[in-house]
């Protein structure tokens, strides 16, 4: 005799002791004695449902910046803290002028030094330039006088772009706002040694926040900008399900990770960034079997229908649901397309009940 795994005793059981509530009344097995039901029938039809992908993500703010400066030299005043609010152009930071303004005098020195040289050169040229038209010097010397001041006025050329180049970086020792934002974090203290690429002040702005996802390569084709999703924040139940859209999908792929990374756009709802949630996207459509909610009945972790059957008789059946949508559900298997349920099943209906269709 075959034996039936106890893991799977359990739930038939169960099934069979639900089902066992359905049956006659009478004690005789037939159905003559039941009286006759009326009920709103509703018909099962297969229709295409959007199948949405839920994936996490971070808020984040539309504009960061970790903010550098040029020049080199011990830290000598911070003017912000973290949580400050500041203008674009205000000055955040300051790093000491006597460094970069030594590397401008010496630019400046090896400018002056090099208009003097051209200034000789130049002379020279216009001295040489005479003589040959005296027949006084040679085509050669003439030349090697042109030759010298072109390189002399190169030198001054060179020297220009060092001095504007010093002139910058000394410029560059007062770190500003580029935007204007809300301060995340001062990285350096009065007194650290600063350096060109070294982060120093991090600003977000305060233009609001997005909310940037990862989802999989092979997902990513249906996102384009405008894509409508929703999204919801782990910490902030109360918003619940945000409307947002695709801002962008970055065009390149994580090799490592075969993900592609998109921002969603979010309301000004006073969110910080950092926070966690889940967003839901559209990940095109799959044929799906969908009742109305009131036509589910559950009773011992089961979900149970009522359905119709050729001869008009009640016939419960155990279903399979899948996610719900405006006071559908989706039933994944246990039902057939084109199958007659009764719509409002607010208790059991004995197995075999004679089912008359309301006009409601």
């Given amino acids: 005799m075959m034996r039936i795994p106890a893991r799977r005793v359990l739930p038939l059981l169960a099934l069979g002791l639900v089902l066992a509530g359905c049956g006659s009344h009478d004690g005789s097995g037939g159905t003559e004695s039941l009286p006759e039901v009326r009920a709103s029938l509703v018909s099962v039809d297969s229709r295409p449902v959007t199948r949405m992908l839920?994936?996490?993500?971070?808020?984040?703010?539309?504009?960061?910046?970790?903010?550098?400066?040029?020049?080199?030299?011990?830290?000598?005043?911070?003017?912000?803290?973290?949580?400050?609010?500041?203008?674009?152009?205000?000055?955040?930071?300051?790093?000491?002028?006597?460094?970069?303004?030594?590397?401008?005098?010496?630019?400046?020195g090896a400018l002056a030094q090099a208009k003097a040289a051209f200034t000789l050169a130049e002379q020279n040229h216009q001295r040489f330039s005479r003589l040959f038209e005296k027949n006084a010097c040679s085509q050669l010397e003439l030349d090697a006088a042109l030759m010298q001041r072109d390189q002399a006025a190169g030198a001054v050329t060179q020297a220009s772009g060092a001095v504007a180049s010093a002139r910058s970086v000394s410029d560059e020792t007062d770190v500003r706002a580029p935007f204007a934002g809300r301060v995340v974090d001062t990285m350096v203290e009065i007194g650290d040694l600063a350096a060109p690429g070294r982060p120093l002040v991090m600003l977000h702005s305060l233009e609001g926040n997005e909310f940037w996802i990862t989802v999989p390569e092979s997902?990513?084709?249906?996102?384009?900008?405008?894509?409508?999703?929703?999204?919801?924040?782990?910490?902030?139940?109360?918003?619940?399900?945000?409307?947002?859209?695709?801002?962008?999908?970055?065009?390149?792929?994580?090799?490592?990770?075969?993900?592609?990374?998109?921002?969603?756009?979010?309301?000004?709802?006073?969110?910080?960034?950092?926070?966690?949630?889940?967003?839901?996207?559209?990940?095109?459509?799959?044929?799906?079997?969908?009742?109305?909610?009131?036509?589910?009945?559950?009773?011992?972790?089961?979900?149970?229908?009522?359905?119709?059957?050729?001869?008009?008789?009640?016939?419960?059946?155990?279903?399979?649901?899948?996610?719900?949508?405006?006071?559908?559900?989706?039933v994944l298997a246990g039902l057939d397309a084109g199958q007659r349920v009764v719509a409002q099943l607010t208790q059991l209906i004995p197995e075999g009940t004679p089912i008359r269709e309301s006009a409601e």
């Fill in 54 to 108: 839920e994936v996490s993500g971070m808020v984040q703010p539309r504009q960061q910046s970790a903010l550098m400066g040029r020049s080199s030299g011990p830290v000598t005043a911070i003017h912000v803290s973290p949580g400050d609010r500041v203008a674009k152009g205000q000055l955040l930071l300051e790093i000491e002028k006597d460094m970069n303004e030594g590397m401008l005098h010496q630019a400046e």
């Fill in 219 to 330: 997902e990513a084709g249906s996102l384009q900008r405008g894509t409508e999703v929703e999204v919801a924040i782990d910490s902030r139940p109360e918003l619940g399900r945000l409307a947002s859209s695709v801002k962008e999908v970055v065009p390149m792929a994580d090799p490592a990770t075969h993900s592609v990374s998109v921002r969603l756009s979010l309301p000004d709802d006073g969110l910080r960034p950092g926070i966690t949630g889940k967003a839901w996207l559209p990940a095109g459509e799959h044929p799906s079997l969908r009742v109305p909610e009131s036509a589910i009945y559950r009773s011992g972790g089961l979900a149970l229908v009522c359905v119709v059957d050729a001869q008009g008789l009640a016939r419960s059946r155990a279903v399979s649901l899948g996610d719900s949508h405006d006071g559908l559900v989706d």
